[in-house]
């Protein structure tokens, strides 16, 4: 099966008729075709129910289970915006109980759980993107998220919930450590007293008794406390006009080429400029290169967990991983925020594009 679906991924990635698909041959020479390689039998409507009625709505398939719907598939034309059909989805989901629903051209497939977070983003769990991503990660995201198997046995389920319990647990964490942070401030010598005793006989191997650390704390501890300017820079200020620069290199056109600090580099992609700009900082910033996985307003978008993230890659010469599956714009963010935080300016970064 896996094999299968894989050299059709492929087929699907270099021959360029299947971009000029309307929605029937969309339905019948992608969707179904994928599903089949699934193993969902396309012949059997108590499997696979085309234009399954909501009301006075209808989805394009309802994928079902001993008379029960397991998940809804709307199918639009390849060239149409499909964020145009995302409240439909949600509500025939909803309505009738259903824990996934995708939203797909043949091309870009969306997952959703109606159930999870309070608006389109929270509930968009997993994004592929047929022309942009490899292949072997394409085909792994629909084994685990639309195969019959993990559909029917309810294991696609538990891993979207997986997947939103460590998002919420992420949110959580980032949203919490600078209240932490303050409260450490309000009274460092509550909270360090015990490091530094621990420290001082790791490193000697005596225990110093409380007090002598407290009076060492005490007598200097704003110096002592101090946060390097290396660790979390000031933010590098940019003009208007620069940020304008910035907004309009997102054209939504393929990249060939960038500049960072003076030098040019060739590229295939977004997703590889992303990898090689990480690569050139992590070069020049080896010991503190981590710092990103916290200082990174980007939720996920660094871990040395890969499972934390959907579609990732690891920076070469790390052991870090970063979230590749970004739009042109959002990876051209995340490559100034990586930027900013080890002071580098804006404009150390220019991108060549068709």
């Not at 393929?254 to 977004?270: D, E, H, L, Q, R």
Request: proline letters at 4%.
């Amino acid at each position: 099966m896996m094999q299968n679906l894989l050299e059709f991924i492929k087929k699907l990635q270099s021959d360029k008729r299947f971009t000029s698909f309307d929605e029937v041959a969309t339905k019948q020479g992608i969707i179904l075709k994928i599903l089949s390689l699934l193993e969902w039998d396309p012949f059997n409507i108590d499997e696979i129910q085309p234009e399954y009625a909501v009301g006075d709505k209808r989805v394009d398939f309802s994928l079902r289970s001993n008379d029960s719907n397991k998940a809804f598939v709307v199918v639009e034309k390849v060239e149409k915006n499909l964020k145009n059909s995302r409240e439909r989805l949600m509500d025939f989901a909803a309505k009738e109980g259903v824990k996934i629903a995708i939203l797909t051209n043949g091309i870009i497939w969306w997952f959703f759980s109606p159930h999870l977070g309070d608006d389109f983003e929270e509930k968009n769990f997993l994004r592929i993107q047929i022309n942009e991503q490899k292949p072997e990660q394409i085909t792994q995201r629909f084994l685990e998220f639309l195969s019959k198997r993990s559909v029917v046995s309810g294991k696609a389920a538990e891993a979207v919930e997986n997947i939103y319990q460590a998002k919420q647990k992420a949110i959580l964490i980032k949203e919490h450590l600078p209240k932490a942070w303050q409260e450490i401030m309000k009274e460092p010598e509550k909270w360090l007293v015990d490091i530094v005793i621990k420290v001082t006989e790791g490193l000697c191997g005596y225990k110093p008794d409380k007090e002598t650390v407290k009076n060492f704390l005490s007598s200097d501890i704003e110096i002592k406390l101090k946060i390097p300017a290396l660790i979390k820079p000031e933010p590098t200020s940019r003009p208007q006009e620069e940020k304008k620069a910035a907004q309009k290199l997102h054209t939504g056109k393929p990249i060939n080429a960038f500049t960072f600090k003076g030098k040019k580099y060739m590229v295939k992609s977004w997703k590889d400029m992303l990898l090689k700009v990480c690569e050139l900082i992590n070069a020049e910033h080896k010991d503190k290169f981590e710092f990103l996985i916290n200082l990174s307003t980007q939720e996920d978008a660094f871990s040395k967990d890969k499972d934390r993230i959907l579609i990732s890659e690891k920076i070469p010469g790390t052991d870090i991983y970063v979230n590749v599956d970004l739009t042109p714009k959002d990876t051209l963010a995340l490559c100034y925020e990586a930027m900013s935080i080890f002071g580098y300016k804006e404009s150390d970064l220019s991108i060549e594009a068709e």
